[in-house]
């Protein structure tokens, strides 16, 4: 498999083009037409000589992916299924408001952290994605767009604090003036609670945005949505985020999946307030998307009375309506598949039913 252009850094780039005999601006115009122009073909760089563009087809990919089904949702909302180099597939999600576009790209194939409601967890990790294959979501969903889309969320499939050296190599290349460009305060970040990774973020001092899913308000509860194998502390997140805050002066969100009859009393709600106060953290509630497998949604007046219990103490909450659920688009479920829709792995199909959720 040919290795992305995208894997170079500039420097590489005129290494390599000084070894062709080609001038360095040649660099340039070929990062203007990677990040600019959303080039996905070598063949596309007009004004690059076309035995320039041959090599450059020789020796690598403009383009990680090959998506192989789109589908758009009755809200409009669009998923790819795309397919990687070695075989691996993963989906990407561009969702469409009036205001702006967002992209949800993934940053694993599967997910070790296997939160009992989400489909990417089912799977299993299988592998992280590069930081070529991260940005290449980007430019698939900005192509589809016609322009740079506003926001990207990296809530896919993955934990993507797992996948660290990869995710800050992609996210400085989007936020770069001379790759995509993109605002870092239009960039967040969703993590199940990697402590060490949150203080290395916090260290970048980025003002990337992080949400935390949390789903739960103590160990207890939590221990029930997440296997232990990945699952830290939530006083060391905490202490984590708290750092994370001090570092960038970024507001937090808490994610907080709606999951009946285990995290959704008036106890929890309170709880809940408290560690948002604690945290100077905004909250996010997300009514499971699954209807079946051993989490649903509590009804919609549970869900009404939870956001208002959390409203009457003053904390900043919303309720959120999940966009692209009737193309299995929305958080949770996202996950690897044959474009027939089968699971990409026997894992999954193995598992017992769980649901999904929480777009990390
Ligand atoms: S919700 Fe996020 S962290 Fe949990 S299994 Fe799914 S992708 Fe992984």
Known sequence: MLPSIKDLSYAELCQWLAQ????????KQIRDWLYKKHATDFNDMANLPLTLRQTLAENFRAFTLTPLKTQEASDETVKWLSQLGDGHTIETVLIRTPERNTVCISSQVGCAVRCIFCASGKQGLLRNLSAAEMLDQIILASRAGGRLVNNLVVMGMGEPLHNFEQLVAALKLLCAADGLGLGARHVTISTSGVPAAIRRLADLQTPW??????????????????????????????TACEYYTQKTKRMITLEYVLLEERNCRPEDASRLADIAHRLHAKVNLIPCNNDSGPCQAPDAELCERFLKLLLSRKVHATLRRSKGKDIQAACGQLRSQTPTGKSARGVAAATPAPPENSRE
């Open 20 to 27: 062709q005999q080609q001038p360095a601006f040649r660099a």
């Open 209 to 238: 945005n992080l949400a935390l899913s949390l789903h739960a308000v103590n160990d207890e509860i939590r221990a029930k949505i997440i296997p232990p194998a990945k699952r830290s502390p939530l006083e060391d997140i905490f």
